[in-house]
């Protein structure tokens, strides 16, 4: 089946920090979604991209579709403690009944 | 606006018992979707559900069945619980897989 490589599997940073995170994919991808997952909680929608080579911001994220169609970044400038928390990758492609593919995630801590 | 709802929020099981895991929407969407999380392993899909009256196996169904009971519920069904299936459990839906919403998940220990 499809597979979404996502890094880095986990990162630690300083307070007011920018963080880069990627996903990377053998397949072509319609749709590029971000999410992020607070502790106990579920994923929350934070930005989706629909074309290649889109660019979208969202405050102080900052989320891009590869021209391949095979790959999206997001990078979160100046981070502040609530960010921390799972960033997931996910993907959408064409035929595949609604179902996204996620990647398995990239676990961001913030240090005060 | 509840949004997705899963309940119960927390259970634990025997091995061999059997429970049903509930979600509900309230924003009529078509797609409704199974997924466990387990450390290391991100998301994974049980089951999906397209739309009313249909079912789909994801990429780790065995050991479970699912029900779409009507457009708003989808629930999710361990016959014989075993360790294996100790995780936590989500249950999403979309308006056609743009931006899936997910409940707060259930947090499932077999013993």
């Known amino acids: 089946g499809q597979q979404l490589n996502q890094s880095p599997q986990s990162m630690f940073i300083q307070e007011g920090e920018d963080v880069s995170m990627n996903c990377t994919s053998s397949?072509?991808?319609?749709?590029w979604l971000w999410y992020k997952q607070d502790p106990g909680e579920g994923p929350v929608l934070l930005i989706a991209?629909?074309?290649?080579?889109e660019l979208t911001s969202n405050g102080r994220l900052t989320a891009q579709f590869g021209i391949t169609r095979k790959d999206s970044f997001l990078n979160i400038s100046a981070s502040i403690p609530s960010d921390v928390g799972i960033y997931f990758c996910?993907?959408?492609?064409?035929?595949?009944?609604?179902?996204?593919?996620f990647g398995k995630g990239t676990l961001l801590t913030v240090n005060p | 606006n509840a949004g997705v709802t899963q309940t119960p929020k927390f259970q634990v099981l025997k091995t061999g018992q059997s429970m049903t895991l509930q979600c509900a929407q309230d924003?009529?969407?078509?797609?409704m979707y199974w997924y466990r999380q387990d450390p290391g392993m991100g998301l994974r899909l049980i089951y999906y559900?397209?739309?009313?009256?249909?079912?789909d196996k994801g990429e780790v169904p065995n050991g479970y069945n699912v029900s779409r009971l009507n457009k708003r519920e989808f629930s999710l069904r361990l016959e014989s619980a075993a360790p294996s299936q100790t995780s936590v459990y989500f249950c999403?839906?979309?308006?056609?897989?743009?931006?899936?919403?997910f409940g707060s998940g259930t947090r499932l220990t077999v013993v």
């Open positions: 999403a839906s979309s308006r056609d897989g743009y931006g899936y919403t």
């Open positions: 397949s072509i991808f319609n749709t």
């Open positions: 991209l629909y074309k290649a080579g």
């Open positions: 996910a993907g959408l492609s064409g035929g595949s009944n609604y179902k996204l593919t």
């Open positions: 924003m009529n969407h078509n797609s």
């Open positions: 559900s397209a739309s009313e009256g249909t079912t």
